[in-house]
């Protein structure tokens, strides 16, 4: 896809969209997001998460929900400074200490001739275009998000992204609306 498109996609403006275009480009054909659906979902809910590709990196307050990533232990955040260092990073923000080592060990095995960076070690890596990418696709690959672009279940992807799965109510997803005009952008634009 080409930068205006992926712009047009995601509400991004032409330089950011420049910025992200590869990453973009090379995931979504590494992860098989190659239908008009896949890319269509895929780019709007990129654009929603990322505030038109503006933020790779989780903005950081903190706000109370953001002071409770410290000493989480689900999210492996033992040690002091955890919070903050591990706050979102990505397309998709992954937070917390274990989801960064644990997409740095899924890129790894999936691509063992890539010199896939140690996240755990630098967070801040994965707000590369190419990861921020390149994480978020793996994402959609590890929640099977494709099977509810390929059923045409767009509140489905959202509620996974958003939820972690698809939940009872329609629309209930943090920031839907806009999710959803993004979508029917990047539905024409890649029809």
Not at 53 to 74: C, M, N, V
Not at 130 to 155: H, P, T, V
Request: charged fraction near 30%; charge should be neutral; aromatic fraction near 8%.
């Amino acid at each position: 896809m080409t930068p205006q498109d992926i712009a047009r996609c995601t509400g991004a403006r032409i330089d950011r969209a420049q910025y992200c275009a590869d990453g973009l480009n090379d995931a979504m054909r590494l992860y098989g997001i190659d239908t008009p659906a896949r890319k269509a979902m895929f780019l709007a809910n990129i654009g929603h998460e990322t505030g038109g590709l503006k933020w790779l990196k989780e903005i950081w307050g903190p706000t109370p929900a953001q002071s409770r990533y410290e000493g989480r232990a689900d999210l492996g955040n033992t040690q002091p400074g955890d919070g903050r260092r591990f706050a979102g990073h990505g397309m998709l923000q992954t937070t917390g200490r274990f989801n960064h080592a644990a997409v740095r060990d899924r890129l790894r095995k999936r691509f063992p001739d890539m010199s896939v960076p140690d996240f755990e070690v630098e967070p801040e890596r994965l707000a590369d275009p190419e990861w921020a990418s390149l994480s978020a696709a793996d994402y959609i690959a590890m929640k099977d998000c494709n099977r509810f672009a390929d059923s045409g279940d767009f509140d489905g992807y959202c509620d996974t992204i958003n939820r972690g799965r698809k939940t009872a109510a329609d629309g209930d997803s943090n920031g839907y609306a806009d999710r959803l005009k993004l979508f029917k952008i990047a539905a024409a634009v890649i029809a």
